[in-house]
């Protein structure tokens, strides 16, 4: 079992979105998935797993959580090989991200950390500043996923984005998460 931890104290910024598109992502390739969560909000298109001996019998098992940090982040963070920042483009986003970023670090967790940012509009100045910004600070990043009003309809319909459609920019993107995502699982067991 390889664990993906969801995480940002920010709420709203796409933790439990992502979650399910990076899920069903794997799902597609064949893996198998326990959805975990720790957020009692829920909102999850897949079913939550609370049965960690089945959960530990998948190949991931992806952690999203509430965006106001409880009890049992440095557990969670010590369990996870990979930790996954969503962030939005906007500078309110930036101090709790970092803060998200310093409690990883003091966690003393060995899994390698990433900002997504979500909501990302590739010709915005201001999100290309910050993409910069975090570059210079040598935060680093996994994927960039745009804005599309198709993944809130697709959670609606309780499917995926490429399920609901396929033609959707914001496809690619996730398959290329994914792809991310499976080069780092393939360097852990490496
Ligand atoms: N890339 C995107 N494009 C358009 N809408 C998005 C995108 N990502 C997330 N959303 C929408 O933004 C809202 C917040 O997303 P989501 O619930 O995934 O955030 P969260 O971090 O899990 O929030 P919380 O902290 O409350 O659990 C939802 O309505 C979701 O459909
Ligand atoms: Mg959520």
């Known amino acids: 079992m390889y664990t993906i931890l969801m995480l940002n104290q920010k709420g709203g910024v796409g933790k439990t979105t992502i979650a399910d598109e990076l899920s069903f992502a794997l799902e597609r ?5 326990a959805f975990v969560t720790t957020d009692p909000q829920g909102g999850s298109v897949h079913e939550v797993c609370d049965d960690p001996d089945f959960a530990e019998e998948c190949d991931f098992q992806v952690v999203d959580t509430a965006g106001v940090l409880v009890g049992g982040v440095n557990d969670w963070c010590r369990a996870a090989n ?3 920042v969503p962030m939005l483009p906007s500078t309110r986003d930036m101090e709790p991200t970092l803060r998200t970023l ?25 999100d290309r500043q910050l993409v910069e910004y975090l570059e210079g600070e040598e935060v680093p990043i996994i994927a960039k996923i745009p ?19 396929p033609k959707s920019h914001v496809v690619a993107p996730i398959e290329l998460l994914a792809d991310s995502v499976l080069n780092e699982e393939e360097k852990n067991n490496g």
Do not use: P
């Open 29 to 33: 390739r064949g893996k198998t998935v």
């Open 82 to 84: 990979l930790i996954l």
């Open 102 to 126: 310093d409690i990883v670090r003091e966690s003393g967790t060995g899994a390698k950390a990433y900002v997504i940012v979500n909501n990302f509009y590739a010709y915005g100045t201001l």
């Open 147 to 165: 804005r599309a009003v198709a993944l809130s309809r697709a959670a609606a319909a309780g499917v995926s984005v490429a399920e609901y459609d």
